[in-house]
């Protein structure tokens, strides 16, 4: 509820009575932890934690997708096995509050073994593309505006 009072606040104008020509037409549906459909393409929550802040990252496919997250729960990574695609954060080498740093990020990586998988939410404090990509392993790679990833 509280993610849809900010969304309904920020933007009012998509909620007035009123709708002006090209306004953007949009829906708002509440969420749980229970798989659900957008068409007939299937979207399995996994639910995580940003620091105190309960968060969802997603399963579509053989794909998840983790951002802003720093703890998953042992019931929900089972969600995570068998991908293809994994796009989780790394904010920086040091420890952070609410994200997974990149030693963190990459345990995860190993622990669920995605035939490859994506840095993204990263932060200056990482380090430069060419010297961060020479440490990582050969199926981990930093995620950069307008990447494009086929599963």
């Known amino acids: 509820k509280r993610v849809e009072v900010a969304i309904e606040r920020i933007f009012d104008y998509v909620f007035a009575k009123f709708k002006y020509p090209g306004i953007p037409q949009m829906k708002l549906t509440q969420i749980n932890n229970n798989p659900f459909y957008i068409d007939d393409l299937l979207i399995i ?18 794909m998840a997708y983790l951002t802003d997250i720093n703890y998953i729960a042992p019931e929900e990574k089972k969600k995570l096995y068998n991908l293809k695609v994994l ?38 404090q990482l380090g430069l593309y060419d010297e961060v990509s020479s440490e990582l392993p050969l199926n981990v790679f930093l995620a950069y505006d307008g990447l494009k990833i086929i599963c």
């Open 45 to 62: 929550p996994v639910r995580g934690m940003h620091h105190k802040l309960p968060v969802f990252g997603f399963r579509i496919g053989e």
């Open 87 to 124: 796009i989780v954060n790394a904010l920086r080498k040091e420890e952070h509050v609410s994200h997974y740093n990149l030693e963190q990020a990459l345990a995860l990586i190993e622990e669920l073994k995605p035939e490859k998988a994506y840095l993204t939410h990263i932060s200056h």
